[in-house]
């Protein structure tokens, strides 16, 4: 019976935790969502008239729509999987700590070399997703480069020319993403 009800208050712990960071979740990207949508409309309104000759209707909506997407989507999520984490360790290292006391001190010396680490790693990943995201960007304006002129390509038979020139492209993204994953790997073996 009191594993019972020891099994019952981690439930019910989990479910309100569930709950409060769903709830935080969202109202922290409608907040956000509100601000950024005001300061938006503000510099909009207060831009000069020269602005608007020579940036078109599509762009700025584009920019909208884009930027409150982020926002609505990204947004939210990143704060519910932030108390998510937060409580999901908290609950960890507790019944750690109580179950196998001895741990503490092995549990300060991963927690050092993650704080030792990691803001490190994290500057060096955002740096490879972004190479990767640039190179990236080649692969796709040939695919979209080959689909439409892909009657011109076959008519004058450049098909293996076209195929080496984006395998090569393909390979330069996948340097940057291996980069990433190396980099991924070593971060997890250097902690665990």
Do not use: C
């Not at 969202?26 to 909009?44: D, G, K, Q, Y």
């Not at 926002?71 to 999987?81: E, K, M």
């Not at 020139?165 to 990433?180: G, L, P, T």
């Amino acid at each position: 019976m009191p594993w019972f009800k020891v099994y019952l208050y981690i439930s019910t712990a989990n479910a309100f935790s569930s709950f409060l960071y769903i709830v935080l979740g969202f109202v922290a990207s409608i907040r956000a969502s509100r601000t950024i949508f005001i300061l938006l409309l503000r510099r909009l309104t207060g831009a000069p008239l020269r602005f608007f000759d020579t940036t078109p209707i599509g762009r700025i909506l584009n920019r909208f729509t884009q930027d409150m997407g982020k926002i609505d989507g990204t947004l939210s999520n990143s704060a519910r999987n932030f108390i998510s984490g937060v409580l999901n360790f908290l609950a960890s290292f507790t019944v750690m700590l109580v179950v196998v006391p001895a741990f503490a001190p092995w549990a300060l010396i991963i927690a050092w070399l993650y704080i030792r680490l990691a803001p490190g790693y994290i500057k060096a990943a955002r740096d490879l997703r972004r190479l990767e995201l640039v190179s990236l960007s080649p692969v796709m304006t040939q695919f979209d480069e080959a689909l439409h002129g892909i009657v011109h390509i076959r008519a004058f038979g450049m098909e293996n020319r076209y195929q080496d020139v984006f395998y090569k492209k393909v390979d330069k993204a996948q340097s940057f993403d291996h980069a990433y994953v190396s980099g991924l790997d070593w971060f997890t073996e250097a902690i665990f």
